[in-house]
């Protein structure tokens, strides 16, 4: 995302479902924008405790569809589209419409994301989070390193898919798989793929 922000300084970060995530103040230039999209009462929490600024804004939206669309403002400036841990838990079908509608609507932009390999998602259906956990409701969509071409072919405008090495410190399944996945092949189909999505101009 650092890479993006620095080719466009002014753009739109739009991110999904992100709570009271603090990458606004990460990433800040004193030029971008940052839009957060959040059910009712996430977002009436967020705007208690990270108050609204000039270019910092809550849109009450569900994170998982794509009405928030209508609410990114110049577009041409760059638009850079964040949702961790939403996409495996929607449909494929709202997947596809998903990359489909950004694809359309957001040239020149970028979604990232993150999915669970099929063996980990099994696992992951068999504990799902918490109901107070930060990703509630059953993971419906996994994603092989494989399949990573299939995605550029869900709509023309879909210029490149890449995977980005995992963060450090994001540990998505239990013990050592989430830490090693990345190094070692054996575990390497556990671990989860964190992916970028490029729309063409």
Request: contains cysteine; proline residues 10%; charged residues 20%.
């Given at each position: 995302m650092?890479?993006?922000?620095?080719?466009?300084?002014?753009?739109?970060?739009?991110?999904?479902?992100?709570?009271l995530?603090?990458?606004?103040?990460?990433?800040?230039?004193?030029?971008?924008?940052?839009?957060?999209?959040?059910?009712?009462?996430t977002?009436?929490?967020?705007?208690m405790?990270?108050?609204?600024?000039?270019?910092?804004?809550?849109?009450?939206?569900?994170a998982?569809?794509?009405?928030?669309?209508d609410?990114?403002?110049?577009?041409?400036?760059?638009?850079?589209v964040?949702?961790?841990?939403?996409?495996?838990?929607?449909?494929?079908?709202?997947?596809?419409?998903?990359?489909?509608?950004?694809?359309?609507?957001?040239?020149?932009?970028a979604?990232?994301?993150?999915?669970l390999?099929?063996?980990?998602?099994a696992?992951?259906?068999?504990?799902?989070?918490?109901?107070?956990?930060?990703l509630?409701?059953?993971?419906?969509?996994c994603?092989e390193r494989?399949?990573?071409a299939?995605?550029?072919?869900?709509?023309?405008a879909?210029?490149?898919?890449?995977?980005?090495?995992?963060?450090?410190?994001?540990?998505?399944?239990?013990?050592?798989?989430?830490?090693?996945?990345?190094?070692?092949?054996?575990?390497?189909?556990?671990?989860?793929?964190?992916?970028?999505?490029?729309?063409?101009?």
């Amino acid at each position: 995302m650092r890479a993006y922000v620095a080719r466009h300084p002014e753009a739109t970060v739009v991110a999904l479902g992100e709570g009271l995530g603090t990458g606004y103040w990460r990433l800040d230039n004193g030029r971008l924008h940052w839009l957060s999209v959040l059910s009712p009462e996430t977002a009436a929490v967020r705007r208690m405790l990270l108050p609204d600024g000039a270019r910092r804004r809550t849109l009450v939206r569900p994170a998982d569809g794509t009405g928030w669309l209508d609410a990114v403002g110049e577009p041409s400036r760059g638009v850079i589209v964040t949702a961790p841990g939403l996409l495996m838990r929607q449909p494929p079908g709202e997947v596809r419409a998903l990359l489909a509608a950004c694809a359309e609507r957001l040239p020149g932009g970028a979604l990232v994301f993150d999915a669970l390999p099929r063996r980990a998602a099994a696992v992951a259906r068999r504990c799902p989070a918490p109901a107070a956990g930060p990703l509630p409701g059953p993971v419906r969509w996994c994603l092989e390193r494989g399949q990573l071409a299939a995605l550029a072919a869900v709509h023309p405008a879909i210029a490149s898919v890449r995977e980005l090495p995992l963060p450090v410190g994001r540990l998505a399944l239990p013990g050592a798989a989430g830490g090693y996945g990345q190094r070692f092949p054996v575990l390497r189909s556990w671990a989860p793929v964190v992916c970028e999505v490029r729309f063409a101009r």
